[in-house]
């Protein structure tokens, strides 16, 4: 038998090898079998690098301030982190963005999570790689209608960016169209998101999951067959189907010329999604409850719809709880911060490099220590030394502060200009309480 040939064969065993894990035989379900899945879900022990855009610490950090460079819009007031904001997963909390023009955007802004991994990129798979996907939005009318030669002669002509260039590209120390996405990929295949309570699991810990969590598991992978599209450790086939989403959107049909593929989209990667509701490419499902119960009896009938979409099953209110349960596994307990990207500096009162009299970790969501004594005049800084997005909501006479999301390595700086009580929490964990109380200076 040819190579093809073989080829083809163990495509076809191990579907037929998947079919039987999933859906079992007509005698009954398939029993579990941990040690085939803990190998199916395994993260990998590296990160992959294309051989023309190796990752080096110089370009990473030049994309890391690309990403968050508003030069590269047309407006100069919108940044790739307008949409993708680290503390939502890299995604922006609604179902659609607003477009430039007031209206919303078509399609729902995906998180960026292990790109790297990846085998096209959009919604529609329209982008055959990161680097090409960076420069898409930047110069999309409606998303920051900027152009990408007239970004370069801006950034060219700062001597700072232009020695950052230099340095990420040493065999070509230029600001050049090709540099800048190649920078932000870069950056972009740094998003890993962390190990989570699920992967404890992989690794052989059988406590780490509740019951009603590991009863989702053998769910997700069994009965409600949803492995058949999330799969591997990512949770994605990096396929496009037709789930019977209401709607006109076309997606990959339109992108092919394929009217097979009509109304297919992308399968998203289940990671750290939690932080990115509402879901679906269109924003359309607001809870992980909404998404277990289209599937369960939501989809909409037509030619198109996906053959690996699981038919005819049911779910009781308690299996559809937890499959939710499960899902929450994937995620972290807080969101995320890559650390890949620069630590902010916030301040009130003062400027962000004021020297700080005293300063106030976070570690363990506690403010360590609780209580500051300062005098009028000196300065205040708050440093993220934790591994959860913070938050730093100050009240007291003549002040009224609250920070943007404090991502770790994040610092909030604060001056006071009158004496007082002030109290200061977190608001994202409320039970963090900081008193500050600051005196006359004689």
């Given amino acids: 038998m040819t190579r093809a040939g073989l080829s083809s064969v163990a495509r076809v065993l191990a579907g037929l090898s998947l079919a039987a894990l999933v859906g079992g035989t007509a005698a009954g379900p398939a029993p579990f079998d941990a040690v085939h899945w803990r190998q199916v879900f395994a993260r990998p022990d590296h990160t992959p690098n294309p051989p023309d855009n190796p990752a080096t610490p110089e370009k990473v950090a030049l994309g890391a301030k690309l990403f968050e460079d508003k030069r590269l819009s047309g407006t100069g007031d919108v940044s790739c982190a307008s949409c993708h904001q680290a503390e939502l997963s890299f995604s922006d909390g609604v179902p659609t963005h607003m477009g430039l023009d007031g209206l919303p955007l078509d399609r729902r802004t995906p998180p960026l999570w292990n790109m790297a991994w990846g085998l096209s990129w959009f919604w529609d798979g329209r982008a055959p790689s990161i680097e090409a996907q960076a420069g898409g939005p930047i110069e999309n009318a409606r998303e920051m209608a900027g152009n990408l030669d007239r970004a370069v002669s801006t950034l060219a002509a700062d001597p700072q960016m232009a020695r950052a260039f230099a340095k990420a590209f040493p065999d070509n120390p230029m600001v050049t169209r090709a540099n800048l996405t190649k920078a932000i990929a870069a950056f972009e295949r740094t998003l890993v998101s962390p190990e989570t309570r699920f992967d404890r699991w992989v690794t052989g810990d059988d406590k780490a999951l509740e019951p009603d969590e590991f009863a989702g598991l053998k769910l997700f992978v069994g009965k409600g067959a949803c492995v058949s ?171 009224s502060y609250n920070s943007d999301g404090q991502n770790p390595g994040d610092t909030v700086t604060i001056g006071f200009d009158r004496p007082g009580h002030f109290e200061a929490i977190c608001g994202i964990h409320p039970e963090m309480r900081l008193s500050v109380d600051v005196a006359p200076r004689k």
Wanted: aromatic share 6%; glycine share 8%; net charge neutral.
């Fill in 229 to 399: 599209c999330h799969q591997g450790w990512r949770f994605t086939d990096e396929a496009f189907h037709d789930i019977g989403l209401p709607g006109d959107d076309l997606g990959r049909g339109k992108v092919l010329g394929v009217r097979a593929a009509d109304h297919a989209f992308k399968t998203p990667s289940l990671r750290e999604r939690v932080w990115t509701a509402p879901y679906m490419h269109n924003g359309s499902l607001a809870t992980f409850e909404d998404v277990v119960n289209h599937y369960a009896d939501g989809v909409v009938s037509r030619p198109t719809l996906s053959a690996d979409l699981p038919r005819n099953f049911t779910l009781t209110a308690t299996e559809r709880a937890q499959l939710v349960a499960f899902l929450n596994t994937l995620s972290s307990e807080d969101p995320p911060r890559a650390t890949s990207l620069p630590a902010r500096t916030m301040s009130v009162g003062v400027s962000a490099e004021a020297v700080a009299t005293s300063t106030v970790g976070q570690k363990d969501r506690k403010f360590s220590p609780r209580a500051i004594l300062l005098k009028v005049g000196e300065v205040l800084r708050i440093v993220n030394d934790d591994t959860r997005v913070h938050n730093v909501r100050i009240e007291g006479p003549g002040l």
